[in-house]
């Protein structure tokens, strides 16, 4: 039997079941959550899970929305002032600034979830379900796509693939630090005990973030360098493509034609990728969008 409840207590036990699923997410991720577990630390029975809810997935899809929707409203906003603002002169630190600002104004308010919002956001963009991949994929494509567009004006040497895959790797570097348990202490120990401002937070977080999304694409001595250190380290040619090349060389200088051949082969392949732009498989807006909500 459903339970049915009115007024006040209502709206208690449904923010109960919520703030519940909220914490259990952030500890455990959501394999890991049973609705048993809920509903003890919410202290409400079944019934009235599925009465506010109805499933599992229905609850933790108003959970995520619950934060993320405010959140992602508010990292528009401020987008669309900055483009108001800067137009053509939007820069890549503005459309960062654009993401985490609003996620560390709302980790001030408790009651948009204080300090657990950053951990909440860490757990959501790295939790590994694809049941959490599809609901962000869906529910926020067109957030994604926004700020995907703002950072290719923002950086417009780089080719689409090669912007989703900066993006891809510095918003999921960042994740797995914001899921973490140890984020405070952490700061705390390298500020050395000092307290640490917003300003100074953004500026020492997109001074990393914008040195790696606005590295110059590798050149040729680049590649031979990592070539060399790939076909370095594998001990069986069938292993690596680099190594299987050097073998085929002849013996005599065999490690560093193969490394020049690389070379040539992935300077044509970046090549290919900066005048198609992006094909097949390409890391594009889509990519970044799951690097944006932490799917792989």
């Known amino acids: 039997m459903a339970v049915r409840t009115t007024g006040r207590h209502a709206g208690d036990t449904k923010s109960r079941i919520l703030d519940a699923a909220e914490t259990l997410f952030i500890e455990c991720g959501y394999e890991a959550m049973s609705l048993r577990q809920i509903t003890s630390r919410a202290e409400v029975n079944l019934a009235a899970v599925n009465y506010h809810f109805g499933s599992k997935e229905s609850l933790i899809h108003s959970m995520l929305s619950r934060r993320l929707d405010k959140l992602n409203q508010e990292r528009l906003k401020l987008l669309d002032r900055f483009d108001e603002m800067l137009g053509a002169r939007l820069t890549c630190e503005h459309v960062l600034g654009a993401m985490f600002i609003p996620a560390l104004r709302l980790s001030r308010d408790p009651r948009v979830g204080g300090k657990a919002f950053l951990r909440l956001l860490g757990r959501a963009y790295t939790d590994p379900s ?62 050395q005990g000092k307290s640490m401002n917003d300003l100074q937070l953004i500026a020492r977080l997109a001074s990393l973030m914008v040195a790696a999304l606005k590295a110059p694409l590798p050149d040729s001595t680049q590649l031979a360098a990592f070539a ?69």
């Open 228 to 296: 060399a250190v790939l076909g370095d380290a594998t001990e069986s040619g069938a292993d690596c493509p680099l190594e299987s090349a050097a073998q085929a060389a002849s013996p005599a200088g065999a490690t560093q034609s193969s490394a020049q051949g690389a070379v040539q082969s992935t300077e044509s392949e970046a090549t290919d990728a900066r005048d198609g732009e992006h094909r097949g498989g390409a890391m594009d807006a889509g990519s970044f969008q799951h690097a944006l909500h932490g799917t792989a």
């Open 130 to 191: 694809s049941f959490i991949r599809d609901f962000l994929n869906a529910h926020y494509e067109s957030v994604a796509v926004r700020f995907f567009d703002a950072f290719q004006r923002a950086l417009p040497h780089l080719p689409r693939e090669e912007l989703g895959w900066r993006l891809h790797f510095a918003i999921g570097a960042l994740s797995g630090v914001l899921a973490g348990t140890d984020t405070d202490s952490l700061i705390s120990e390298f500020s």
